[in-house]
């Protein structure tokens, strides 16, 4: 008999993908080009030109059996120690290669992390607005994922929510900045406040409290905002961080899970992931992409069209009265809904091809998420149609 839990969850698939799905069958029938669709957060600008001659010459010059072959369950040595000593360099913690679990992508270093710390029984705490397959994610290990409530004014931690929630079976805290959806950086005073509040939990309960902090984001960052490394704040860290937007390389699927060299029983966990890998079949990510990946170090796609398109939607979106946190990095950005129900708001959006996510799915109902990593020229385009629609269909709106 099939499994009835997995039927289950094919009443309950991802909107982002639905209104992905939607926006190319409407690209067939007006062409692609004339669709805004601002669901799914795909790169768009290419990978790094040093990225596809390295990969180039590996694949024409290296042993064959080296790039094509299984990787060691753990990662390539060379890799992780790679990946380790630019940590150092980076970020002034003491990572070594013992540290490092090669994964594919950031799904996989989730994975490994949420099943190093957290079994049945077990809850792990995330902070609204928060990506939308965590609960998936966490669901299969019998762990129960916790929203807290977002604060809606800055999108930082809401901690008197957070506090009312924080009990003994609080095994990990899951944390995604820069966020998706809102694009905000928390910032070092939430960072701080988080890890002394932590290990005066720690002490209180007996156990560990594990950060787990989900990074794809990392490099994308603007205006100057500073992103904390939670591992120099907070020992007890496990940093799951994925390829796929700095370098533009999400089909490359390649990441890894980093342990705090603090954390108590750090080189234990990295061979428990081995392990996790059996059960779960995420081993030896290939190993053309770890080779290529160590060789082109803080090496970043261009993503300073990322930048541009936020700053060509917040000043519109403003403009035409709506309520947004201006993003402090990521490629989304996160408005208040003109109306309470978002899904209603982003149903009536697409009878102007525009393509919004409402923001229910990520714990805050009332938003909905613009993910702009499309061409400069489609989101200038996009702004008339949005104008078009909230004077149309809210046409009581003070406009700028």
């Given amino acids: 008999m099939l499994v009835q839990k997995y039927a289950d969850m094919l009443n309950a698939k991802s909107v982002i993908r639905e209104m992905a799905a939607f ?12 669709v805004f669709d601002y669901s799914l957060g795909n790169p768009s600008v290419p990978v790094p ?14 042993d064959s059996v080296d790039v094509f072959g299984y990787s060691p369950t753990l990662g390539i040595p060379s890799v992780r120690e790679k990946l380790a000593a630019n940590m150092r360099k980076r970020f002034g913690v003491p990572y070594e290669g013992k540290h490092i679990f090669m994964t594919s992508g950031a799904a996989g270093a989730l994975a490994h992390a949420f099943r190093c710390v957290a079994k049945e029984g077990d809850e792990i705490l995330t902070f609204a607005p928060y990506f939308s397959e965590y609960g998936p994610y966490i669901d299969p290990i019998g762990a129960k994922l916790q929203v807290v409530p977002a604060d809606t004014e800055k999108f930082q931690i809401n901690f008197e929510a957070f ?13 995604n900045s820069p966020n998706n959806p809102s694009g905000s950086v928390y910032s070092k005073e939430t960072i701080q406040r988080l890890a002394d509040y932590l290990r005066q939990k720690e002490k209180e309960y007996g156990h560990e409290i594990y950060i787990i902090t989900d990074e794809p984001y990392r490099e994308i960052l603007y205006g100057g905002v500073e992103l904390p490394f939670i591992p120099a704040y907070y020992d007890n860290t496990l940093l799951c961080y994925s390829y796929s937007k700095s370098l533009s390389l999400p089909g490359g699927r390649i990441g890894y899970v980093a342990i705090g060299p603090a ?5 234990l966990f990295i061979n428990m992931c081995g392990q996790i890998s059996r059960g779960i079949g995420h081993n030896c990510p290939t190993s053309l992409m770890q080779l290529a990946v160590a060789e082109v170090g803080d090496l970043t796609s261009d993503m300073a069209v990322y930048e541009k398109n936020m700053n060509l939607l917040y000043d519109e979106l403003t403009a035409l009265g709506f309520t947004c946190v201006k993003p402090g990095g990521t490629f989304y950005i996160f408005p208040k809904a003109l109306e309470e129900d978002a899904k209603i708001f982003c149903e009536k959006a697409k009878k102007y091809d525009l393509i919004l996510v ?9 938003f909905f998420r613009m993910a702009y990593c499309i061409e400069t020229e489609k989101v200038e385009r996009s702004l008339g149609a949005l104008r078009r629609f909230v004077e149309t269909e809210y046409p009581n709106q003070n406009l700028k």
């Fill in 23 to 34: 926006a190319a069958e409407r690209g067939k029938e007006i062409g692609y080009e004339n």
């Fill in 49 to 62: 030109e040093k990225l596809r001659e390295v990969m180039a010459k590996m694949v024409l010059e290296m």
């Fill in 163 to 175: 506090e009312g929630m924080m009990n003994e079976n609080v095994a990990a805290i899951l944390i």
């Fill in 263 to 267: 954390c108590r029983d750090a080189e």
């Fill in 358 to 366: 409402p923001g229910d799915g990520f714990g805050c109902p009332g």
